[in-house]
């Protein structure tokens, strides 16, 4: 990835409106920049979040607070705590984000 076109900025995200995204159970929060074609999030999962789809889009995340599992359509379950991060590619490896305790995330897609 070749990051062009993108002057020197400082985002601050308590300041970014927050949108309410249910799951199967739970909520999703995100607070969402777009710079040019590149999407960075933060998302909060509520305790007891699970996602009511499977994604297949790439992404960049880090954990920030909290404990995710990520489950793999092949049946892999992927546990991140604070300081820990995954990377996938677009089309490679569906997968949803479960959490029973709740998580902070920083993602780029």
Same mark, same amino acid.
């Given at each position: 990835?070749?990051? #062009?076109?993108?002057?020197?900025?400082? #985002?601050d995200?308590?300041?970014i409106?927050?949108?309410?995204?249910?799951? *199967?159970t739970g909520?999703?929060?995100?607070?969402?920049?777009?710079? +040019?074609?590149?999407?960075?999030?933060?998302? *909060?999962?509520?305790?007891?979040y699970?996602?009511?789809?499977?994604?297949?889009?790439?992404?960049?995340?880090?954990? !920030?607070?909290?404990?995710?599992?990520?489950?793999?359509?092949?049946?892999?379950?992927?546990?991140?705590?604070?300081?820990?991060s995954?990377?996938?590619?677009?089309?490679?490896?569906?997968?949803?984000s479960?959490?029973?305790? +709740?998580a902070? !995330?920083?993602?780029?897609?």
């Open positions: 990835m070749q990051l #062009t076109d993108l002057p020197f900025g400082v #985002t995200w308590s300041t409106e927050r949108t309410e995204h249910p799951g *199967e909520v999703a929060y995100w607070r969402t920049c777009n710079f +040019g074609q590149i999407r960075v999030r933060m998302v *909060e999962y509520t305790p007891d699970r996602a009511d789809h499977w994604c297949s889009k790439g992404h960049i995340l880090l954990c !920030l607070a909290g404990e995710l599992h990520t489950e793999l359509a092949d049946g892999r379950m992927i546990i991140l705590t604070p300081g820990m995954y990377q996938v590619a677009d089309n490679d490896t569906p997968h949803r479960i959490t029973a305790v +709740g902070t !995330l920083f993602i780029v897609d």
